[in-house]
T-cell receptor
């Protein structure tokens, strides 16, 4: 069974629309993260959360908003989607902020 | 400013040879250095990691060599196998910070049989 569940696996969205990427981890980890992978930037850090608190935000745009309703959930809301947002979005988690990461399987987003 | 630099961009070795992948970093507060590999269509997976208390770490065919003075670290894959063909990413983080890992741009390794 996958330890980090990301939904959906694939997502096609229209420019200007809004989507939510889901991430749930069942590893009992206290820290969760979002990364983006595209041809331009192989693995780009977006956010880190620890005990449901935002620790770091490296996204330049407020269109990207993480949402943590439970300790093991960290969803990513993206508004006003642009074709440039097309990428694979990986959720990851670690026991604590200085521990090894486990990555989810990713959500492949295509904005047309 | 790219904080973690990785080279080469691509590397081809023959089966049985040792593949050497290199990384360098800028931030002297970095104290955790993992290597991940990623197969096409899959997510990155942790291979091996080192902290600067030691300058070498081995796990089977995989060895990290770490040089704190020069701010460099490398991954040696001994007895390379075709199944090792993947993209390899080095990364670094500072333990007292937010958990953020800064990744290099990756090395595409091809092992020819």
């Amino acid at each position: 069974d996958p330890k980090i569940i990301q939904k959906p696996k694939y997502l096609v969205a229209v420019t200007g629309s809004e989507k939510i990427l889901i991430c749930e981890q069942y590893l009992g980890h206290n820290a969760m993260y979002w990364y983006r992978q595209s041809a331009k930037k192989p693995l780009e850090f977006m956010f880190s959360y620890s005990y449901q608190k935002l620790m770091d935000n490296q996204t330049a745009s407020s269109r990207f908003q993480p949402q943590s309703s439970k300790k093991n959930h960290l969803d990513l809301q993206i508004t006003a989607l642009k074709p440039d947002d097309s990428a694979t979005y990986f959720c990851a988690s670690s026991q604590d902020r200085d521990s090894d990461y486990t990555f989810g399987s990713g959500t492949r987003l295509l904005v047309i | 400013q790219q904080q973690v630099r990785q080279s080469p961009q691509s590397l081809t070795v023959w089966e049985g040879e040792t593949a050497i992948l290199n990384c360098s970093y800028e931030d002297s507060t970095f104290d955790y250095f993992p290597w991940y590999h990623q197969f096409p269509g899959e997510s990155p997976a942790l291979l091996i990691a080192i902290r600067p208390v030691s300058n070498k770490k081995e796990d089977g065919r995989f060895t990290i060599f770490f040089n704190k003075r020069e701010k460099k670290f490398s991954l040696h894959i001994a007895d390379s196998q075709p199944g090792d063909s993947a993209t390899y990413f080095c990364a670094a983080s500072a333990g007292t910070n937010t958990g953020k890992l800064t990744f290099g741009d990756g090395t595409v390794l091809t092992v020819k049989p």
